[in-house]
């Protein structure tokens, strides 16, 4: 059975940090793309940060130079450090595996920045 649960969301002011963490079972994890995607309400799900199997990434350029997706095969885990948070940055956030045709989603961790 596939999972993959997130964890590390929450209530953060303006400029802050959060780091979030996506902790899977079920796959072979190294093998995986992993993503971070975010929906904010009336809008559609968004890529945010991709990081590949080798440890290639790609960004939105909304979230470029603030946030830093990484992985760490041992642990099966993948990460999305988030610095200078805005209130646009307001979203659930969802992990992504992704294996050619093959892709499992988590169930999404809810960020938000206000003051």
Do not use: H
């Not at 948070?85 to 938000?112: E, F, H, M």
Request: charged share 15%.
């Amino acid at each position: 059975q596939v999972q993959l649960v997130e964890s590390g969301g929450g209530l953060v002011q303006p400029g802050g940090s959060l780091r979030l963490s996506c902790a899977a079972s079920g796959i072979s994890f190294r093998g995986y793309a992993m993503g971070w995607y975010r929906q904010a309400p009336g809008k559609e799900r968004e890529l945010v940060a991709g990081i590949s199997g080798g440890g290639i990434t790609n960004y939105a350029d909304s979230v470029k130079g603030r946030f830093t997706i990484s992985r760490d095969n041992a642990k099966n885990t993948v990460y999305l450090q988030m610095n200078s948070l805005k209130p646009d940055d307001t979203a659930v956030y969802y992990c992504n595996a992704r294996l050619s045709l093959i892709q499992y989603w988590g169930q999404g961790t809810q960020v938000t920045v206000s003051s």
